[in-house]
């Protein structure tokens, strides 16, 4: 018997003895040993063993997959006092069992994308910048930011003018970057707080109606089938939004998408009694919209799970219902509101939903992870049924609200591996 000892940070020699092993996209879904060396997966098998020089996890009933890896996070660069940056979101994804992020701070020119990379290179998990996709009218460089290393072209107002938005598919598709998409009508928007529907009556809020989702969704997905351009829709919230992806891929439109946990797992009424935890852009929908959501995911339509990381201070959220910032930290809440609300209830299988955090979306940003011998130990290690109560006290995040604040969520991770090293230990604690 090994005596236990901590093994943070530190590249080891390391057997995970008797975990499930999930990854779709290897085939793989089954009890066994993995055992890592030098960074790497050196063995997949059963009844594995290490030398002296190693170190043993007994990983019975617990799972493990490839590191998680979120299409979409928002930190603030440079750094200010209280709020978001890199290092801090990155110690928040290496808590929820993300081992890759690609993170959006407003970077629109190649000397930020260079300095958030060189912050990044003192990151817990790798971090992948997006770039601005427009400069007022202007359409940026998507060349010369590629090289500074811009992984993704991402405009969080959204782009109003179809011109200008088609232009923005020809670049993205010259330069072979990969467009996400955050499709929302202001003009429909106007002041509203809260999707159109039953609650919204109750409440006598301004209003958000579906269509300013799927309006815009719509229109992008035909400028992409006319531009032949690839499209990535982030955010998706709505069933009309749903249904009209569903429809496009059906006629070949290069079109994917993606949502959030708190979209598929809490409708609006969460705001009754004024809770401005949870005012989140875009807004809880109805339950027509969650049912939508959930089979979307079932059936394919909706292609990844993003964390929506965006992290709102204290004093953005103590406040009135109409003056409250939207958003919430939800890196570490991603994979266990997941695991709640599609596998305990019978929406998805275990598999699926790892694929749709992990695999799914490295493909989208190019990355290489697997489950498979060679592979860099980027890896997640969790227990698919511990039953933890959320508190955003708790969090590592800067940010520390969230619309599950209170309530029980069924799954935590255990350990996050980057390269080989252990990042983060059961959830951040």
């Known amino acids: 018997m090994r005596k236990k000892r901590s093994f943070l940070g530190v590249l080891m020699k390391l057997l995970v003895k008797g975990a499930r092993l999930i990854s779709a996209a290897d085939g793989l879904d089954r009890t066994g040993d993995l055992l890592i060396e030098d960074g790497k997966i050196a063995a997949i098998g059963e009844n594995l063993t290490v030398d002296e020089s190693g170190e043993e996890l007994n990983a019975a009933g617990l799972c493990l997959g490839t590191g998680l890896v979120d299409l979409f996070a928002h930190a603030t660069e440079p750094q200010e006092e209280n709020v978001e940056d890199i290092l801090s979101l990155s110690a928040a994804a290496a808590a929820g069992g993300y081992t890759a992020v690609c993170v959006d701070t407003g970077a629109h020119t190649a000397e930020q994308i260079q300095y958030i990379r060189e912050r990044g290179e003192y990151a817990s998990c790798d971090i992948l910048p997006a770039v601005k996709a427009t400069l007022g009218r202007e359409l940026l460089n998507y060349g010369e930011l590629k090289l500074a290393g811009a992984a993704a072209v991402y405009d969080d107002e959204g782009i109003d003018n179809p011109l200008r938005m088609r232009d923005v598919m020809f670049r993205a598709r010259k330069h072979n970057m990969l467009l996400l998409d955050r499709c929302r009508d202001r003009r429909l928007y106007r002041e509203g707080i809260i999707r159109e529907g039953q609650q919204a009556l109750l409440l006598e809020l301004p209003i958000i109606p579906a269509s300013a989702e799927s309006t815009v969704v719509a229109r992008d997905i035909i400028l992409a089938k006319e531009s032949g351009s690839p499209l990535h829709i982030g955010h998706i919230s709505t069933a009309g939004a749903v249904e009209v992806v569903r429809l496009a891929k059906a006629q070949g439109v290069p079109v994917?998408?993606?949502?959030?946990?708190?979209?598929?797992?809490?409708?609006?009424?969460?705001?009754?009694?004024?809770?401005?935890?949870?005012?989140?852009?875009?807004?809880?929908?109805?339950?027509?919209?969650?049912?939508?959501?959930?089979?979307?995911?079932?059936?394919?339509?909706?292609?990844?799970?993003?964390?929506?990381?965006t992290p709102v201070t204290a004093a953005g959220k103590y406040r009135s219902l109409v003056t409250a910032e939207s958003g919430a930290s939800s890196l570490e809440t991603a994979l266990s509101a997941a695991l709640t609300y599609l596998y305990h209830n019978g929406a998805m299988p275990l598999a699926d939903i790892l694929h749709r955090m992990s695999a799914a979306p490295a493909a989208l940003l190019g990355l290489d992870i697997g489950l498979r011998v060679g592979a860099v130990a980027d890896l997640v290690l969790f227990d698919p049924d511990a039953e933890w109560v959320c508190e955003g006290k708790s969090f590592v995040s800067q940010g520390k609200n969230t619309p599950f604040e209170g309530k029980t969520l069924r799954g935590r991770v255990t350990y996050t591996l980057k390269s080989g090293r252990i990042l983060a230990k059961d959830g951040g604690q």
């Open 256 to 309: 994917t998408c993606s949502t959030e946990p708190h979209y598929f797992a809490l409708e609006s009424r969460e705001l009754l009694g004024y809770n401005t935890l949870a005012k989140l852009d875009p807004p809880l929908g109805t339950p027509e919209d969650i049912a939508a959501l959930r089979a979307g995911l079932a059936d394919g339509t909706i292609d990844c799970i993003a964390s929506g990381h």
